[in-house]
């Protein structure tokens, strides 16, 4: 008896949850004739966006520093185009995001004025230097500051204001699953990617009444140009606790992306580790989803005990690697 009645109340339960889910979740944007503009969209997985994004009829401004890598890939970009669509195009614009900001401002607002207003800003342009923290240079935080968060505010500085006098709007900053959680080799890294996380909140809260929606996307190691570069100077043991949550295609990436970005949800992630990683770490995050937000408060409790496997799993990786660095240092000067 009791049995049916808890059945009865979880079925109301979930069926006025999806009543009231409209009234909660952003309105769904088009990218058929939208101006989609990819900051590092020369390169891997903002690339991926780009050819994605053109394939759904979107008009795309590719942005990075390298003239030659923008043109090829424009070319490439070109291919995806729908072929009866003669108003879509593919513009380039060569800058270093992280410099002067007058130059970003004019720049983006000339590509404005040949495509149209940006409707949907991916900021993608990043790069990473991974190192034990007392071996990296100093002058690498900074860097990572200025390439993976500074390059973000100024592309958004210039390209918000217009947004708001439209009405309508996406941005999206690409961060990672180490600007969730810090790990092993990525204290210069992380840290800046955890500063997209505290953009992204206060300015979902400030721009939420104009129609301007953020999406904060969340990446495990994804095969890239930027990550086989990576790869040659990762400590061990950044490594082996990175590949605990597999290695992704660009383009797996970016369809969760743009789809997560169409829909407006604030949390883009990926595999099931990206998933109980976003509920585990929701904290005081804007919800686009009631029912995302029911699974962060049933979830999150299940998932601090599952972490504390994966902490002990990651603390054991680190300890073995020190041993196993000791014994080879012995063992050289026993030689
Ligand atoms: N690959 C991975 O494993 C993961 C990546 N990410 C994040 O995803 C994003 C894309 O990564 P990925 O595709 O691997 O990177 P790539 O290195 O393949 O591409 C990076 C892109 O950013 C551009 N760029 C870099 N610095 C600047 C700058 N100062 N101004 C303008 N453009 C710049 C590059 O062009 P150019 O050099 O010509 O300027 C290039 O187009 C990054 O933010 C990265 O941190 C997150 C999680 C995992
Ligand atoms: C419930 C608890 C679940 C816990 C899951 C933990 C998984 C941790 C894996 C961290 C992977 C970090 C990859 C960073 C990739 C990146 O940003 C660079 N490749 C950039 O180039």
């Known amino acids: 008896m ?3 009645i808890a059945l009865a109340v979880f079925i109301v339960f979930i069926i006025v949850l999806y009543l009231l889910s409209p009234l909660i979740s952003p309105p769904q944007i088009n990218l058929k004739d939208s101006h989609v503009l990819i900051t590092g969209g ?12 053109v394939q759904q009829g979107s008009k795309v401004t590719l942005l990075a520093r390298d003239k030659l890598k923008l043109e090829e890939a424009k070319k490439e970009i070109h291919k995806y185009v729908i072929e009866d669509d003669c108003e879509q195009r593919v513009q380039t614009v060569s800058v270093d995001l992280s410099g002067d900001y007058q130059l970003v401002e004019s720049l983006l607002h000339n590509a404005e004025s040949s495509l149209g207003g940006v409707d949907i800003l991916i900021n993608c342009a990043g790069t990473s230097s991974p190192g034990r923290f007392d071996e990296l240079p100093v002058s690498e935080f900074r860097k990572m500051m200025e ?3 500074i390059s973000a505010v100024h592309a958004t500085r210039a390209l ?9 709007g996406r941005i999206v900053f690409v961060s990672s699953q180490a600007g969730q959680l810090g790990l092993f080799g990525f204290s210069a890294y992380s840290a800046s990617k955890f500063a997209l996380r505290g953009l992204a909140e206060a300015l979902q809260m400030e721009v939420k009444p104009y129609n301007v929606y953020l999406t904060l996307a ?4 994804t095969n890239t140009p930027g990550f086989q570069e990576e790869q040659k ?9 990175s590949e605990t949550s597999g290695l992704f295609s660009a383009e797996n990436v970016a369809s969760i992306i743009l789809a997560d970005t169409v829909r407006g949800r604030f949390f883009s992630s990926m595999g099931l580790d990206g998933i109980m990683l976003s509920c585990l770490t929701c904290g005081f995050s804007p919800v686009t989803s009631l029912m ?10 299940i998932f601090r005990i599952i972490s504390l496997f994966y902490l002990d799993h990651f603390d054991r990786i680190v300890r073995r690697c020190k041993l196993d660095k000791e014994t080879r240092n012995s063992e050289k000067k026993n030689i």
């Open 218 to 221: 969340f990446p495990a190691d």
């Open 42 to 53: 020369s390169s891997g997985i903002g690339k991926a966006l780009a050819i994605q994004a």
């Open 2 to 4: 009791w049995g049916w």
């Open 147 to 149: 390439i993976n968060y």
């Open 233 to 241: 100077s990762k400590p061990l043991e950044t490594k082996l606790i």
């Open 160 to 168: 918000l204001p217009g947004m708001k006098e439209r009405g309508r």
């Open 292 to 301: 995302e937000a029911t699974q962060q408060v049933v979830t999150m409790g």
